[in-house]
């Protein structure tokens, strides 16, 4: 069952994309509603835990463009003539004003990104050259939450 929800495409249920697993290519989900939508990633990731006392948070889920803006190397995979990784290099940066960033990097060259915005943190992308972020949205299909994604991206 689908729901159809204007401007968005419908991605995976939400206790299918675990807390703890790498971020996921949905391209081919989103080129099956618009072939020339830009490539794109969906990452999952726990904003705070519970103590024991209040119920978790509901989960946070984004997605960003999937092609560095240096080299246009995939970042999830690398690319045939650079660097290649079996799985993406995500991690967590501190920057100015001890900010922590959730970070995804390109394995080609190593420019690295913000994970929840897609801002250029590193280079060699040069300042500015920031992923493409895109909207997400948790809705109930039946019995199940599903994550919905943008068409198009955030201005």
Known sequence: MTTNIPGFVQIIKVNDFLPGDPPIDITDIVHRT?????PRILARLETDKPDGEQPPSPPKFFSIARRCTHAGCNILKG???WATADRPIVFSMLGEGATVYPVIQCPCHGSRFDLTTGKRLL?????GANLA???TRIETVGEDAYVFVALAATA
């Open 79 to 81: 690319s045939p003539n």
């Open 133 to 135: 972020q895109f909207e």
């Open 123 to 127: 280079g060699p992308a040069p300042p």
């Open 34 to 38: 618009d072939s020339g939508a830009t």
